[in-house]
């Protein structure tokens, strides 16, 4: 299933569609890879009930689960904040949906410092682990 959503969105990028339409597509994709997450979660639940796996088994199965959320939130929030990648470059900076540290203290960031997909990865990152509000609020 993953390699048949990877095929729709490398065509989709190739095949010419609009912009606004090729984020729809990644929204819409992205959206199905979470509720997979969300459903092999529930799998993983019933297995750890039912003892049908083994403990490596299941932390292997689980780290799987988690690391594919930690990907496919970082994207959805790279691709949701301020419109995606291609409107905050186009914008400028605006009003975000997330605010970065570097948002509330300008002086102490890097001169014209953006968000790039390495930081929503670590957004994603610290929203798993955190049991409190992480570093950048949205």
């Known amino acids: 299933p993953e390699v048949l959503l990877l095929m729709l969105l490398v065509v989709s990028t ?19 890879l979470a509720l997979a997450s ?4 529930g799998l993983l639940l019933w297995a750890l009930a039912t ?17 594919t959320n930690l990907i496919v939130f970082g994207l959805l929030f790279w691709e949701l ?3 995606g990648p291609l409107q905050r470059v186009a914008r ?3 009003a975000p949906d997330f605010q970065f540290p570097q948002d509330v203290s300008p002086d102490r960031a890097a001169t014209a410092w953006r968000p790039r997909l390495l930081d929503y ?5 610290t929203n798993s682990v955190a049991l409190s509000p ?3 609020m949205p």
């Open 38 to 41: 969300l459903t092999a979660t």
């Open 14 to 32: 190739l095949g010419g569609v609009r912009p606004g339409r090729h984020r729809d597509l990644v929204i819409v994709l992205l959206g199905v």
């Open 121 to 125: 990865m670590y957004v994603s990152l």
């Open 92 to 94: 400028g900076s605006g």
């Open 81 to 83: 904040d301020g419109g």
């Open 51 to 67: 003892a049908d796996l083994t403990a490596g088994q299941l932390l292997l199965n689980a780290l799987a689960v988690w690391s």
């Open 134 to 136: 992480t570093d950048a």
